[in-house]
């Protein structure tokens, strides 16, 4: 098993994203585990999250898993359905902010996850760390790149599994401008029992 875990780097005017603190702790210390930081910038031009992500995608992963923030998460949320909108409600690294734009002009107006959601939610559970299903990774940049890489492996015909994980923000970003967060060590062991469900081997079947 070679799995892929990305994160993105801090945006909206904070300094920190869950996200890239849990890559930061678990790069190198979980076998067939590989991570990459990406761009919070939309769209496919130089400097995009795409980009970034493009050249990675060339490897040969059995999994692809997508982290993100969101301010509004209580718990670890496995994101099911990844719509082809893009329209963000603030501006990305770049102050660029897309309104009411397809992400793929003539795509699918949904792709569905293909990790096995149910399984990693009760992996996270079974770990102390709450978690749950949802069905819209909303339609900023977070959407935006599980559409992508699902219709790009859709287009190649790829099994590769991919999908999206939401995390909460971190009490420290909270403090400043509410919502509900996590610790980040009840996030990562979250994350890490998510991990470990894949690479015990694939699932048949989308949850």
């Not at 990844?82 to 603030?90: G, H, S, T």
């Not at 099994?159 to 939401?166: C, M």
């Not at 420290?172 to 967060?181: D, F, K, L, M, T």
Request: proline content about 6%; overall charge neutral; charged content about 20%.
């Amino acid at each position: 098993m070679r799995i892929l875990l990305t994160a993105f780097e801090p945006f909206g005017g904070s300094d920190r994203n869950p996200s890239l603190e849990v890559v930061r702790a678990i790069d190198g210390s979980l076998p067939g585990v590989d991570t990459v930081v990406l761009p919070v910038v939309t769209g496919t031009a130089p400097g995009s999250a795409w980009v970034t992500m493009l050249p990675v995608l060339s490897a040969s992963w059995s999994c692809i898993v997508h982290l993100g923030e969101s301010a509004k998460a209580e718990a670890i949320m496995v994101e099911r359905v990844a719509v082809n909108l893009r329209d963000a409600a603030i501006a990305d690294n770049q102050g660029h902010r897309t309104i009411d734009e397809p992400v793929v002009e003539g795509g699918p107006a949904a792709h569905f996850a293909t990790l096995p959601t149910r399984e990693l939610v009760a992996a996270s559970v079974q770990a102390g760390t709450a978690a749950a299903m949802s069905l819209s990774a909303g339609s900023f940049l977070c959407n935006e790149t599980m559409y992508r890489t699902l219709h790009h492996l859709h287009q190649r015909r790829d099994r590769t599994r991919a999908g999206f994980i939401h995390l909460p923000q971190l009490p420290e970003q909270a403090a400043i401008r509410g919502g509900p967060s996590m610790d980040l060590h009840r996030t990562l062991d979250g994350v890490r029992a998510m991990l470990r469900r894949l690479g015990d081997g694939p699932t048949l079947g989308r949850a």
